[in-house]
């Protein structure tokens, strides 16, 4: 029986498991203790949190005090918001539904037709009003991969005396991450966005940042996030950013992708494309073919990708971030996300190109055939 090999390409919703970071996960699985225990069995667990601590801080430049481990970027997000203290909270229309849900009276600020915040928009929100803020904008977008200029929105939002949180969960293990060169005050980090494993991340709070926990319960985490830590999941997180960091993507397939892609569709459109984005991700039209269609057919073809955010609802629903773009809703239909990561070769972009190429052909074929008919 042959078994068709199947390409994942699908990283931004989940990347797959590393095996150092299994490895890790096992053995703390093994060892078992309580990290809060004073006795030897305790003091190992809560050496398995040090050493994920060091190494996830170094990820993203931060200091180890400053990580707080949660349960994934979600609650990271939902705490920044919430642990700020400011009642006024802005955010850009293309964030993730865990930063757009999580304020209430949240103000929106536009992006442009790449998806890029709209500099001028901002400052004039934050003009409307002396009440201090909190800014939120994401490093990397998880459609399109479309990165924010992180430094100007900081300088924009800090002459305005508001306090700023980045969303870094598709950034951070694709892209260097630097969070006190970006000088903002909260960052969000999701270990399975890069090979580690689901239901664990990170919220790091800048050394000196205004902190005000909602969490009820021990002291873990220095008072911030209360609760028993998920010892496993943390130790394959820090295993998993170490690896990160030394591996981080680069634009060469990418690219190649892309311009195959064209090369077989000329009307194609990927989005965003007039800016920096993520070298891992390609948001793409199929001119006339529904993302649903595509998803399947290449599900078949044993090529794994995903239409709009996958994590956030599992139905294609129309995708907020591509509207907020201006894209009309008959071309934002017909949009593909492909992501790739560290576990992805060349043979896999190949074997998407071939399958995206059969039922481009196939597609058009038939419309001819109809057209004929008719
Ligand atoms: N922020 C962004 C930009 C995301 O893409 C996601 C998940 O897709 C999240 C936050 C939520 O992270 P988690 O799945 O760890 O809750």
């Known amino acids: 029986m042959?078994?068709?090999?199947?390409v994942y390409l699908d990283h931004n919703a989940t990347s797959p498991l590393r095996p150092a970071a299994f490895d890790a996960m096992v053995e703390a699985l093994r060892a078992s203790g309580n990290p809060s225990s004073v006795h030897r069995v305790g003091r190992a667990a809560r050496g398995l949190i040090d050493t994920a601590r060091r190494q996830v801080a170094a990820l993203v430049g931060a200091l180890p005090a400053e990580i707080v481990f949660t349960s994934g970027g979600t609650e990271a997000n939902n705490l920044a918001l919430s642990g700020a203290g400011r009642r006024r909270v802005l955010a850009s229309a293309v964030e993730h539904d865990?930063?757009?849900n999580a304020a209430r009276n949240l103000e929106l600020v536009a992006v442009d037709g790449n998806g890029v915040v709209d500099l001028a928009a901002l400052q004039r929100l934050l003009a409307t009003s002396r009440e201090p803020a909190l800014v939120s904008?994401?490093?990397?977008?998880?459609?399109?991969?479309?990165?924010?200029p992180i430094a100007e929105i900081v300088r924009i939002a800090r002459a305005a005396g508001a306090l700023i949180h980045c969303d870094a969960v598709q950034g951070a293990g694709k892209v260097p991450v630097d969070m006190h060169g970006m000088g903002v005050d909260y960052l969000s980090l999701s270990a399975h966005k890069f090979g580690g494993p689901t239901g664990v991340g990170a919220l790091v709070v800048r050394d000196g940042a205004p902190f005000h926990t909602d969490r009820r319960g021990g002291g873990q985490e220095s008072n911030r996030r209360a609760g028993t830590?998920?010892?496993?999941?943390?130790?394959?997180?820090?295993?998993?950013?170490?690896e990160a960091k030394s591996g981080?993507?680069?634009q060469a397939l990418r690219d190649h992708l892309e311009a195959s892609l064209r090369a077989?569709?000329?009307?194609?459109?990927?989005?965003?494309?007039?800016?920096?984005?993520?070298?891992?991700?390609?948001?793409?039209?199929?001119?006339?073919?529904?993302?649903?269609?595509?998803v399947m057919a290449l599900d078949l073809a044993g090529v794994a990708v995903s239409a709009g955010a996958a994590c956030s609802s599992g139905k294609?629903?129309?995708s907020a971030v591509l509207a907020a773009m201006g894209v009309e809703v008959a071309e934002s239909e017909t949009a593909l996300r492909i992501s790739f990561g560290w576990s992805t070769v060349s043979q896999d972009i190949e074997r998407l190109i071939a399958a995206w190429r059969d039922l481009y052909i196939r597609v058009t074929h038939s419309d001819i055939a109809q057209a004929r008919a008719a």
Request: hydrophobic letters at 55%.
């Open 229 to 242: 830590e998920n010892v496993a999941g943390i130790a394959g997180f820090g295993i998993a950013a170490a």
């Open 316 to 318: 294609v629903s129309r």
């Open 264 to 294: 077989i569709a000329p009307a194609a459109r990927v989005f965003g494309a007039g800016a920096l984005r993520l070298p891992n991700t390609v948001c793409i039209s199929m001119p006339g073919v529904r993302a649903e269609t595509q």
């Open 137 to 148: 904008v994401m490093f990397a977008n998880n459609e399109t991969g479309v990165i924010q």
């Open 248 to 250: 981080l993507a680069t």
């Open 98 to 100: 865990s930063v757009l």
């Open 2 to 6: 042959s078994v068709v090999a199947s």
